[in-house]
Structure formats: structure tokens, C-alpha cells
């Protein structure tokens, strides 16, 4: 690993190399800034684990209208942001698929909820069509018979998030953003000022903008003053990978989710024969442990929606952690600590929110102003204003 000069100083120090991190850097970098990220394994982190649904209508609930726009926003902007990192990547490509997502019922709760949720679409002039069972078999006939309906959504489409990770680690480089192997122990902070931080080689570097987007572990960063960021809490996820066999392709065209059992379910089907199976949610703490009892669940509620899946290959298990907010939306923009901005705390969505995150971030980053689309979800607005 190649040790930074003494003294050194960058205009912009991102904390943290996930996808998050990486996407800001990039367009800084594409701005003209001079950018260091520090982080062990730069692409490493939940993209490695999470499914790359790109779901801004499928994923929505009620109350998160703000969230729907800022995912719809960078939905629309995914198919540009994939092929121009493709090129800026030296053409490695990010699985970026246009599919549409299928969301069914399998019993007649279920469709109630998805009736209402489908009213509550069209209510906000979203496109999601209604199906009846027999459509939503017809779309994908290894559906259960059972399916008592559902909704198609052509505009919710996926990613992988592994090769979206891969890319950006070298359009970064490419770009001229320094990517720097090692962990940020402690942020630096003179007269109320952050300026730059602490590394685990023993060295110091200074910036005049840090961007603090370490996932659910930016709370706990040393030397961050108290209350300038909510915790973040881990919420753990486990995932399966199988694979299709050439003889069972196309196993599914598009993506499927369901509730099942009152759980979030969701299969995801690649061009490479890859099968996608999440995700857990768990209130576990930090902790990765892939369990017999979350592998157990995931494959027996996926039988349930798709009963073929029993013939397939199980090739790969997988934890990852999701960073949660207390309200589950983003903090995008500068702090309550001046010099620090946060990209941090994207919950579910940070694979479908990385292209419109490095643009609002790099924006201010760039200019000092926050973009309209950003404001709802400043990091100061869990501040208590006193009365």
C-alpha cells in the first residue's frame, strides 16, 4: 500500500469505498476535485450482498413520498449513469437490466394489501398495472398456481450491485480519485471545523470538505462530536444465489416479490443464469452470521411463490448490513459540524440511490449549494429546535 506524503491534503476526503462513497467520489472527480477515499476494501460492503433491485414504486409505503421521489429521480437517471460508468470504467459492465418487477399475492390478505397499495399508485400517477393471478402466470408461468394477483411495474428494474461496485473502484481510479487501503480512526476536528482524519497506518491527511459515508458504522466514527449524526443502525440481511441450469432458462423474466408471512421476499433473475433470493431483516446488531434458520425461511417462502426453485443449485450464501436512519431515509449534505457532509443511512435502497446521491453530493461538493431533492433528507433535521 502506497503511504501518503507527510502533510498531506485533498479538497474532498470521502470515509468509506461502498458503492455510496464511490459514486460521490467519482463525480467529484469528474468536477475537477482533487478526492482521496479511504477505506480497506474499496467496492466491498452490502453491495456485495444486496439483490440490485432498482424499485422505487414496488418498494414504496405509505408516508415515504419524499423517499419515492428522490428513487424515482435516480431510477430515471440509471440507464445513462450505467452506460457512461461502463465507458468510464474501461467497459467493464454493471449488470444494468431493464425487466420490470412483478409483485403478487399468494393469499386474499395479500391482495387486499396490494389493492390498496396499487390505488395508492395511482393516486400518486404511478405506472403499476393490475393483475389478476392468471395474468401474473401468464407474465411468469413458474408462478404458484395459487397467485391471487398482483401488480406489474415496468419502470422497477436491477443492477448488480457486485459488478456496479467493481466499476466505480475503476472509473474512480480513472477519473484521478486516489483510493486509499486503509481504515479513517478518528475524524479531525479544529475550532468546530472538520478537517480531515486519522488513519489505521499512523498517518494524518487534511481536506477541506470530509464526506462521511461508512454505512451504518458512520455514527461511530472517532472523534465525531455528539449528535451531529443520528445512529445508524445495522440491519442485517440474508441472501441466496442459485443458478439455472441452461435447460430451466428463462426461469423468471422479471423480478418477483411478495409478502410472505408478513415478510418482505424478492427473487431476482440475472441474463447469467444467476437467481437472486432476499432478504432477511434483522435487528441483529453488527452481526454477519448466515443462519440455518434465515437460509430455511428464504427457501421455504420461495418455494411457496415459485415451487420450481427446489430444482435449482444453492451456490453462495450471504449477510450484509443495511444502514438505517431513524426515519429509514437518507442523510445527504453538510452536517450540523462545518466541512462535514454525510452519504450515509440509505437502509433498502442504497443500490437504487447510488447515481442520484453522487450527483446531489458532488453538486454541493462543487458549488456549496444543496440541490432541491436533497433537502428533505438533511442530516440536521433530527435536530430538536428548541421552543
Known amino acids: 500500500m502506497t503511504r501518503l506524503p507527510p502533510g498531506a491534503h485533498t479538497e474532498v476526503l470521502v470515509i468509506g469505498g461502498g458503492i455510496v462513497g464511490l459514486a460521490v467520489a467519482w463525480r467529484a472527480a469528474q468536477r475537477g476535485l482533487r478526492v482521496l477515499v479511504v477505506d480497506p476494501r474499496p467496492g466491498g460492503g452490502a453491495a456485495q450482498v444486496a439483490a440490485g433491485m432498482l424499485a422505487p414504486v414496488t418498494e414504496l409505503q405509505y408516508g415515504e413520498e419524499p423517499l419515492l421521489r428522490l428513487g424515482m429521480a435516480s431510477n430515471e437517471r440509471y440507464a445513462a449513469f450505467a452506460a457512461e460508468l461502463t465507458e468510464a470504467a474501461g467497459g467493464r459492465d454493471t449488470g444494468y437490466r431493464r425487466c420490470g418487477t412483478i409483485a403478487v399475492a399468494l393469499d386474499s390478505d395479500d391482495r387486499e394489501e396490494l389493492r390498496e397499495l396499487h390505488a395508492f399508485h395511482q393516486r400518486l400517477g404511478l405506472d403499476s398495472q393490475w393483475l389478476t393471478g392468471r395474468e401474473a402466470r401468464r407474465l411468469e408461468p413458474m408462478l404458484a398456481p395459487g397467485v391471487r394477483g398482483g401488480l406489474h411495474v415496468t419502470d422497477d428494474h436491477q443492477v448488480d450491485g457486485r459488478r456496479l461496485a467493481a466499476a466505480l473502484v475503476h472509473a474512480c481510479e480513472r477519473a484521478g480519485a486516489v483510493l486509499h487501503r486503509t481504515e ?64 430451466y432458462r428463462p426461469f423468471l423474466s422479471r423480478n418477483v416479490r411478495a409478502v410472505v408471512r408478513g415478510g418482505h421476499l424478492y427473487l431476482v433473475p440475472r441474463e447469467n443464469g444467476e437467481l437472486v433470493i432476499g432478504a432477511t431483516t434483522e435487528e441483529q446488531g453488527y452481526d454477519t452470521t448466515v443462519t440455518a434458520g434465515g437460509v430455511y425461511e428464504l427457501l421455504r417462502d420461495a418455494h411457496e411463490l415459485v415451487p420450481g426453485i427446489t430444482e435449482l443449485p444453492l451456490v453462495e450464501t450471504g449477510a450484509g448490513l443495511r444502514p438505517g436512519s431513524p426515519d429509514n431515509a437518507p442523510l445527504l449534505g453538510p452536517t450540523a459540524l462545518p466541512g462535514l457532509v454525510a452519504a450515509t443511512g440509505h437502509y433498502r435502497n442504497g443500490v437504487l440511490l447510488t447515481p442520484v446521491t453522487g450527483d446531489l453530493v458532488a453538486e454541493y461538493l462543487a458549488t456549496g449549494t444543496l440541490p432541491e431533492l436533497a433537502r428533505p433528507f438533511s442530516p440536521t433535521r433530527f435536530t430538536k429546535v428548541p421552543a
Request: positive net charge; proline residues 9%; hydrophobic residues 45%.
Open 184 to 247: 479513517a480512526t478518528g475524524l479531525l476536528v479544529e475550532h468546530d471545523r472538520a478537517t480531515g482524519a486519522r488513519l489505521a497506518t499512523g498517518e494524518s491527511v487534511t481536506a477541506d470538505r470530509v464526506v462521511l459515508a461508512a454505512g451504518s458504522r458512520s455514527h461511530l466514527l472517532p472523534g465525531l462530536p455528539p449528535g451531529v449524526l443520528p445512529a445508524i443502525r445495522p440491519v442485517k440481511g440474508q441472501v441466496l444465489r442459485l443458478r439455472v441450469p441452461e435447460a
